[in-house]
């Protein structure tokens, strides 16, 4: 959980840093395709780092979940382009796709060789993803149209912290699963 917490942040980071370089590179693009770059490349790094050697994984596992969210990201900002959407109402189902081929490809090539039940990786990982978006961006979003008789500086160290609740959630699901599943090594 520490690890997906950190690559949680690292991909805030990154996404931040990405977003900049699209807005300043002038391309036609909104920068939610930098939210797959960024947390895809901040997650993948921090997880492969954490199971490395438990999992014996290589680093396709980062390049994998960077690429798949990233792509996946890409495609949504270029359908909500073409359609008038709004980039944002997309994003839910940019993270469903990306986390899912990652997880065919994380399965496919690195898990499927080693552990037996490794099968249901992908749902798991999927639905961890899918909720960790939802909980993040719901909370952030309530945050931000309800206005709560608080103090400004609390509603922004609130949304700050529903903006990084996503990790540890991801994190709980998809390691408790990752550790049952590295106790039965085929």
């Known amino acids: ?63 994998f979940l960077c690429t798949m969210l990233f792509l996946s990201y890409l495609l949504f900002d270029l359908l909500a382009m073409a359609y008038a959407l709004k980039a944002e109402k997309t994003s839910l189902l940019a993270t469903c796709v990306g986390a899912f081929l990652a997880s065919v490809l994380q399965w496919r090539y690195m898990l499927r060789s080693h552990f037996r039940a490794s099968g249901s990786w992908v749902l798991i990982n999927t639905i961890a993803w899918t909720l960790s978006h939802v909980l993040t961006f719901g909370l952030f979003m309530l945050s931000a149209t309800i206005k709560f008789h608080v103090p400004h500086l609390l509603s922004i160290i609130l949304a700050f912290v529903f903006l990084l609740i996503g990790g540890p959630v991801l994190g709980y699901i998809t390691g408790l699963y990752l550790r049952n599943l590295n106790s039965e090594v085929k």
């Open 1 to 63: 959980m520490l690890f997906c917490s950190l690559g949680w942040i690292f991909g805030v980071v990154l996404i931040l840093l990405f977003s900049v370089a699209v807005e300043l590179s002038g391309l036609n693009i909104t920068s939610q395709s930098a939210v797959g770059l960024g947390m895809g490349l901040g997650m993948g790094t921090l997880q492969w780092f954490a199971l490395r050697r438990s999992l014996r994984i290589s680093f396709l596992w980062a390049m």
